[in-house]
């Protein structure tokens, strides 16, 4: 069984950084492409981006373009999102999952990011 | 951009069935994938590939997709199955996954 675990809850301020953790256990992991999606509060799924670890090639949303980064460390079995620029509207759940085909079959616990002054 | 549009909210009495709609343009040439979501949890992949259940998943839970619609079928429902449900494809042409905009399911 696969089994994603993420860094705990963070407060940052605007316009400074947040990086979140998703580590996987289980399975073959860096065959699978690890994504990062995002809930803002009462709001619905946003995908953000992803990476193969295999290949450590990322691709992002559109509007997330230039602020933020996927990494993966291959020898902890560990990928990274770090969002830059917060803005308070950045205050959100942060999701990985584990995409298996193309859907997201194995989620992480969720870290809440809290931007705030 | 590819959009998903899914009504905001269904109520269904326990025993009947509920029917979720995912509308997107051509959504019957993608495969659709159907996510639920209770408060406070990650979300849980409930149908992939259009219709097929990962393990453990019941079978009161099924899909179909053709055309410009797609549906989340919930046979037999039941109190446990009020949650948000959510669809999901991968536009090609963009590289993007999209979510739909999320349907909440109340069970009366």
């Known amino acids: 069984q696969v089994h994603l675990v993420q860094s705990g809850a963070d407060v940052k301020k605007p316009g400074s950084s947040v990086k979140v953790s998703c580590k996987a256990s289980g399975g073959t992991s860096s065959n699978y492409a690890i994504s990062w999606v995002r809930q803002a509060p009462g709001q619905g799924l946003e995908w953000m981006g992803g990476i193969i670890p295999l290949f450590g090639t990322a691709n992002y949303a559109q509007r997330f373009q230039g602020r933020v980064t996927i990494t993966t460390d291959e020898s902890t079995s560990t990928t990274y999102m770090e969002l830059s620029s917060l803005r308070s509207d950045d205050t959100a759940v942060y999701y990985c999952?584990?995409?298996?085909?193309?859907?997201?079959?194995?989620w992480g616990q969720g870290t809440l990011v809290t931007v705030s002054s | 951009s590819y959009v998903l549009t899914q009504p905001p909210s269904v109520s269904v009495a326990p025993g009947q069935t509920a029917r979720i709609t995912c509308g997107g343009n051509n959504i019957g040439d993608k495969s659709v994938h159907w996510y639920l979501q209770k408060p406070g949890q990650a979300p849980v992949l409930v149908v992939y590939?259009?219709?097929d259940r990962p393990s453990g998943i019941p079978e009161r839970f099924s899909g179909s997709n053709s055309g410009n619609t797609a549906t989340l079928t919930i046979s037999r429902v039941e109190a446990g199955d009020e949650a948000d449900y959510y669809c999901?494809?991968?536009?090609?042409?963009?590289?993007?996954?999209?979510f739909g905009t999320g349907t909440k399911v109340t069970v009366l």
């Open positions: 590939d259009d219709s």
């Open positions: 999952a584990r995409v298996v085909g193309w859907a997201f079959e194995y």
């Open positions: 999901q494809v991968w536009d090609s042409s963009r590289d993007h996954y999209v």
